[in-house]
């Protein structure tokens, strides 16, 4: 559990026709690349890791293999909560071996079924949880702050609006550090939209839509606080 919240964080958000996730990508190293965070597992699913990237990519992997396997057999694609019960089952058989360890990593699944929209969370403890929206990985509480005053309204969001709201929360989790396509990814998965990574060239189209537009209301707000201030001033 202590892995997953040292992790660079990362952020799930659910609709009825959507599902978003988005990371942040943590660097080592000035002279090094940022690690992989988010996998494709088929066309309705995908996750988002915070913790152990090797450990992450292992159940990944794992987690392909059931996907391909029920659909060899079944010729079906395999139900969100089903994948989800399994993985946890997996993760949960470490925790009861005297020669293996636990996995260090949180998994945030996305995916579409039948069932609709669904975000859960797999934690190395073997529980699992579906919410709204959530967060983990380091700073990922501001993220919450943010989501648990918003999460209501998300049944009715579009894509790209759930997009806007994940790069919100993901500056919220970066604390002054400024905000740019490179610091994240954002992933999305949908109704008639398979599961792909967001172009970053359109991420940063957002990134500068939302600073331009934070920028106007801080000027009108600032207008609004010397038309009080003059109104005060006068009246005394």
Not at 122 to 133: D, H, L, M, T, V
Request: aromatic share 8%; net charge negative.
């Amino acid at each position: 559990m202590e892995a997953v919240k040292q992790g660079s964080a990362a952020i799930g958000l659910r609709s009825t026709s959507h599902v978003v996730l988005a990371t942040v990508n943590k660097t080592s190293s000035e002279l090094s690349s940022h690690q992989k965070k988010v996998f494709k597992i088929d066309d309705h699913i995908g996750v988002a890791i915070a913790g152990l990237t090797a450990d992450g990519r292992v159940l990944s992997r794992y987690m392909r293999n059931e996907c391909i396997n029920h659909s060899f057999v079944y010729e079906n694609p395999l139900p969100v909560g089903r994948l989800v019960v399994r993985l946890a089952d997996k993760a949960q058989v470490c925790t009861q071996r005297s020669w293996k360890r636990p996995y260090g990593v949180g998994l945030l699944v996305s995916g579409m079924d039948e069932l609709g929209a669904h975000l859960y969370y797999n934690c190395p403890s073997g529980n699992y949880f579906e919410y709204q929206a959530f967060a983990i990985g380091s700073r990922s509480q501001a993220a919450k702050t943010y989501l648990e005053r918003r999460f209501e309204s998300y049944d009715k969001y579009s894509g790209e609006e759930l997009i806007k709201d994940a790069l919100f929360a993901i500056k919220e989790t970066l604390q002054g550090e400024v905000l740019t396509s490179k610091v994240c990814t954002v992933a999305i998965v949908g109704v008639g939209e398979p599961f792909h990574i967001v172009d970053q060239k359109k991420i940063q189209e957002m990134i500068d839509a939302m600073e331009v537009t934070g920028e106007a209301v801080a000027e009108d707000e600032q207008g609004d606080d010397y038309s009080t201030r003059g109104a005060t001033s006068m009246e005394s």
